[in-house]
């Protein structure tokens, strides 16, 4: 059972517009700062948005990232079939004293 | 740029200990906490714990009793001994570097395939 709870999956058509909740608590995601990973099949993961909301270079702007309260959201718009791959969240937990990971989202493009 | 190494695939067997070195290449460790997180087959991303340039360490409350990260200056690498392993330890091992304050992976190795088995 992970920390951070995401949907196992989600699917839409290329082109549509899809999100990914990615719900916490105060001592993770309420405190701290949410960041969102990328796994390609077979791949390591890689990061997709930072505290929060910001994108590292290269990453393109159809893709957004916010966070409210102690939830954060990860949106694709103009989903490409490139765009099929695991979507994790993490957080440092000050709890625990570790960092946490949601259990992940496999998006699917039909 | 920073690029971390790893090794290739082990096979372990029940009760031995693990242990994996990443490579820091591009950079040096100062200034970043160095994590280690595995990959279970089929399953979600877990956290394992890290290690600081200045020595601090974060485990896992999961994995705290069987594990330890160290790091050595001299040849910019940093590693993890995973110990008493049991076939639920088989997994693919990442190491990444932590952006500590506003705490996210910034740059990955491409992963250890370890396999537990009698």
């Known amino acids: 059972q992970s920390v951070l709870t995401q949907p196992p999956s989600v699917t839409a058509a290329p082109g549509q517009t899809v999100t990914i909740s990615c719900s916490g608590s105060s001592p993770n995601i309420g405190n701290n700062h949410v960041s969102w990973y990328q796994q390609l099949p077979g791949t390591a993961p890689k990061l997709l948005f930072y505290e929060n909301n910001k994108r590292p270079s290269g990453i393109p702007d159809r893709f957004s990232a916010s966070k409210s309260g102690t939830s954060a959201t990860l949106g694709i718009t103009g989903l490409q079939t490139e765009d099929e791959a695991d979507y994790y969240c993490g957080a440092w937990d000050s709890r625990l004293g570790s960092g946490v990971f949601g259990g992940g989202t496999r998006v699917t493009v039909l | 740029q920073v690029q971390l190494q790893q090794g290739g695939a082990y096979l372990l067997k029940p009760s031995e200990t693990l242990s994996l070195t990443c490579g820091v290449s591009?950079?040096?460790?100062?200034?970043?906490?160095w994590s280690w997180v595995r990959q279970s087959p089929g399953k979600g991303l877990e956290w394992i714990g890290e290690i600081h340039h200045s020595g601090d360490t974060n485990y896992s409350p999961s994995l705290k009793s069987r594990v330890s990260v160290s790091m050595d200056t001299s040849t910019n690498q940093f590693s993890l001994n995973l110990r008493s392993l049991t076939a639920a330890d088989t997994a693919v091992y990442y190491c990444?570097?932590?952006?500590?304050?506003?705490?996210?992976?910034?740059?990955w190795g491409r992963g250890t395939t370890v396999t537990v088995s009698s």
């Open positions: 591009g950079g040096s460790l100062s200034g970043f906490f």
């Open positions: 990444a570097r932590v952006v500590d304050f506003y705490y996210y992976m910034d740059v």
